[in-house]
């Protein structure tokens, strides 16, 4: 059998006892967080070096995981697209790094 969760703690004690082993994923450190936002990115619309801008985001999402960080993108594509609505370019949509604030 396996198993997965992100909160052990509220696991009821039976159940983790049938389990003979357990294997803990961390949170991803700031290169795999850039890793996982370009692998997120690559094939969306973006107003900025992909490279560059994924770093920066990766320096500002410590302690995020890689369910966090697409959670923060879909919100970014909603920024952008609430942006270009407002200003009626949604042809010249784009995401910016000022989304993701």
Do not use: Y
């Amino acid at each position: 059998m396996l198993a997965a969760t992100n909160r052990p703690e509220d696991m009821d004690n039976a159940v983790l006892s049938r389990f003979n082993r357990r294997i803990e994923i961390g949170l991803p450190d700031e290169a795999a967080r850039a890793a996982i936002l370009r692998v997120l990115l690559a094939n969306k619309p973006v107003a900025f070096d992909l490279d560059t801008g994924c770093a920066g985001l990766a320096a500002r999402s410590d302690g995020q995981s890689g369910r966090d960080l697409r959670n923060w993108v879909d919100r970014a594509e909603q920024a952008a697209i609430v942006r270009h609505l407002d200003v009626g370019d949604i042809d010249g949509l784009q995401l910016e790094l000022a989304d993701f604030d």
